[in-house]
């Protein structure tokens, strides 16, 4: 029996375009310099692409409303009538409203922008109250099957599912749950499913990766509850529930309880598990499982014979297979193509968005004629990629290499040798990158400035930068990070085992693209990496200048990171290079060095059963990376938020003697959750929320230090902002930092 469903699909391929087109035109739209109605004919141009690159490649269950012009959530909150009233009220245009609600306009902050589940994708969190009113709104999922259709390609709507949508939300103020709405919401889809099934739709695609977190059984009820419901919709396409980024546990049972015509699954981050639930689920008649063999959020290509036979155990249980992509194609590249530079064993590894597709159309025809018309497998890796030095470095580290001196004495031998005053003043790295040095930093990658001219540039803006920071009077200065176009980029490029891609753009967050490294080989330094710049830096002054790295957690989760061995032995690699150049820095004369982790939180598993490891494993090396120096030698760490939730006693197991984090927007709440653990460590709360161009007064900066010092002893606590100032310009940075340091002046006195 064949559910019509088809053998081949991707949950979602990238909107950005080849050539960052959406990110160009967006940007160009909000500056005003085209109009609404050439965006939207950049956008449909992209639209057609895609469709007619999936079609050409012989997928047979082609997506559509995977277009976003900033963010599905945010689209999806449109579809269900979701804008706040804050938005509604401005009298704009539909466009321009779903853009305030993007990116805010004066009068109105924008929504909270945070995290797409463990991924470096972000989305909008909608704001759902009891009394926000839902109206179905199908406009622009009807749009685009109808414009797909006229291209000659029938598609699959997608839409984030109910249940995860609410799982997702916030409610304004502390007004109730979001997900005590899913009754009302799902009456909505209902209206929407109607709307979709007027206008001819077959089968549309509801994400539900809500639950591949741990997920309470009323949760899982309601879900079941949820698609019982729209199942029952009397006419409505038919439906396929999408589940990504992990096992669905319970709620594969669940869904499978209900009528529901296809279910996805991840079988690249989920595999396992996700198998053998299904195995125990009983007969799965009727019903299409669609399975995610290919990864969809690494650049690696597939092994297809491991993929088929994976493959082969769905459809010993189904009745109908298709092949999918785990989840959508979003977090890749678009294109292998555009790479003509990479070295050709590596470029044979990977797979971008459009390389992926054609695995899963192989894979769906290996599933129906065998395996044997796969393609050969490849060779083994270059025997260059294999560091044995690094390997065997590895293999003979003990515990001791990941342990410090005791607290006290690296705190005594710390005082004596820095001599700061009470609520020493610093900041987090980064000064404002201003267009010049952006400039700069291209001309000289494009060979326009040669070394000499390059590095009399950055000699020029780290000197201006001490000087300042001199006049200001801050006691520990940085050199500014002139030299960095991005925090994991600049060590990519300098260590082995990474490659930089030419145009692997990734959607980060509405017209904001990353291109993440490949880390496919050993990691190891080959030169010191930073040493140069902190060392000119810190002979222009008497201060201590406080050298600048980013950890080895940050870097393995803002790249493509291998998967022939543990995330933990790829991270310990590079911690060895991150301990070898504190040393370096070390004996540079640099007295404190600021190891960065905003990443730590952000990568942690999404089940607690799988969090403890992944802890383990990052504080070890964080550990690894920064246990090699003297006791005198102060140890900083910096992480960009401050609900650290279930991480906070690993963020106290870092051992670092100093911990900067953001704290002006939560008040400071953060120290009494710290105190709580026992945390007796330096710490830098931020008083100055840098992410706004607003300049605190110095009242204000009294008032949030004077709440620390409530908190913690005054020995123990730091002066900074909440984080880097390379986003800031230099008059509110001046401004903000004169007020910061004289703030700390009033507090020291009493
Ligand atoms: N040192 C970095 C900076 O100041 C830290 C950035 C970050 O925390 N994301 O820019
Ligand atoms: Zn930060």
Not at 58 to 65: G, V, Y
Not at 541 to 554: E, S, Y
Request: charged share 25%.
């Amino acid at each position: 029996m064949t559910t019509g469903f088809g053998q081949s699909t991707v949950l979602g391929y990238p909107r950005i375009g080849g050539n960052r087109e959406l990110k160009k035109a967006v940007e160009a739209y909000w500056a005003g310099s085209i109009d609404a109605a050439a965006l939207e004919r950049t956008a449909a141009g992209l639209r057609a692409e895609v469709w007619q690159t999936l079609r050409d490649a012989r997928l047979d269950a082609i997506p559509s409303n995977t277009f976003s012009y900033y963010d599905h959530m945010l689209d999806t909150a449109v579809a269900v009538g979701a804008v706040p009233t804050r938005f509604t009220r401005l009298g704009l245009s539909e466009l321009d409203t779903y853009f305030a609600m993007a990116r805010g306009v004066d009068t109105e902050p924008a929504l909270e922008l945070t995290k797409w589940f463990d991924t470096n994708y972000h989305y909008l969190v909608p704001e759902i109250g009891p009394d926000t009113v839902f109206a179905a709104n199908p406009a622009k999922a009807l749009a685009e099957y109808a414009e797909a259709r006229d291209l000659g390609v029938r598609t699959r709507p997608v839409l984030v599912g109910p249940a995860t949508f609410l799982l997702l939300a916030k409610s304004p103020a502390s007004s109730g749950e979001p997900f005590d709405r899913l009754d009302d919401l799902v009456e909505t889809y209902a209206e929407i499913l109607r709307a979709l099934a007027d206008a001819g739709v077959e089968w549309v695609q509801l994400d539900e990766p809500g639950y591949v977190a741990d997920r309470d059984p009323t949760r899982i009820t309601a879900l079941r509850d949820a698609y019982t419901r729209l199942c029952a919709v009397e006419r409505r396409p038919k439906i396929f529930v999408a589940s990504y980024f992990g096992e669905l546990g319970d709620a594969l049972p669940a869904l499978l309880d209900t009528p529901v015509e296809a279910l996805g699954l991840d079988l690249v981050a989920g595999g396992p598990g996700n198998l053998t639930r299904l195995a125990g689920a009983g007969p799965l008649r009727g019903r299409t499982i669609v399975a995610g063999l290919v990864d969809g959020r690494n650049v690696w290509r597939t092994d297809l014979r491991t993929a088929t036979a994976s493959g082969a155990v769905v459809t010993g249980l189904a009745d109908h297979v298709a092949v999918s992509t785990s989840c959508s194609l979003l977090h890749v590249p678009v294109d292998l193509s555009s790479e003509t530079s990479l070295d050709p064993d590596l470029r044979q590894r990977l797979a971008f968005a459009r390389q992926k597709v054609d695995e899963v159309v192989l894979l769906s025809r290996a599933l129906r004629d065998g395996a044997a018309r796969l393609p050969e497998p490849l060779p083994a890796a270059p025997a260059g990629w294999r560091d044995t030095t690094v390997r065997s470095r590895l293999a003979t580290l003990t515990p001791a290499d990941r342990r410090r001196g005791p607290y006290p004495e690296r705190s005594a031998a710390q005082r004596a040798r820095l001599d700061l005053p009470p609520l020493p003043t610093t900041t987090i790295g980064s000064f404002p990158q201003t267009d010049e040095l952006r400039r700069a930093r291209a001309d000289h990658r494009a060979g326009r400035l040669d070394d000499a001219g390059y590095r009399q540039r950055m000699r020029t803006e780290i000197e201006h930068v001490i000087r300042l920071q001199e006049r200001l009077g801050l006691d520990v200065l940085v050199h500014g990070e002139p030299e960095r176009n991005d925090m994991v980029q600049y060590f990519g490029e300098q260590l082995a085992g990474f490659a930089a891609t030419g145009h692997g753009w990734v959607q980060s967050y509405g017209s904001r693209c990353v291109r993440p490294p490949i880390i496919y080989a050993d990691v190891a330094r080959r030169a010191p990496m930073t040493v140069e710049w902190s060392r000119y830096a810190q002979s222009l002054t008497d201060q201590p200048v406080k050298g600048m790295l980013t950890g080895p957690v940050t870097i393995l989760a803002w790249s493509f990171v291998r998967t022939d061995q543990p995330l933990a032995d790829t991270a310990d690699q590079v911690a060895l290079a991150l301990r070898d150049e504190c040393q370096d820095l070390e004996r540079a004369g640099i007295r404190v060095i600021q190891v960065d982790e905003p990443a730590l939180r952000e990568t942690l598993p999404l089940r607690a059963a799988d969090q403890k490891a992944y802890l383990d494993w990052a504080v070890g090396a964080f550990r690894l990376a920064t246990s090699g120096v003297a006791d005198d030698t102060q140890i900083h760490t910096h992480l960009c938020y401050s609900e650290f939730g279930e991480v906070i006693t690993a963020i106290d197991a870092l051992d670092a003697d100093v911990t900067s984090i953001e704290a002006s927007r939560s008040k400071m709440e953060v120290l009494d959750d710290l105190a709580e653990i026992g945390y007796g460590r330096g710490v830098g709360p931020g008083v100055w929320d840098i992410h706004s161009p607003r300049v605190p007064s110095h009242d204000e900066v009294v008032e949030a230090l004077r709440r620390a010092v409530a908190a913690v002893p005054a020995q123990r606590l730091w002066v900074n902002p909440d984080c880097g100032l390379k986003t800031r310009g230099y008059p509110e940075v001046e401004a903000s930092l004169r007020h910061l340091v004289a703030a700390a002046a009033e507090v020291r006195g009493g």
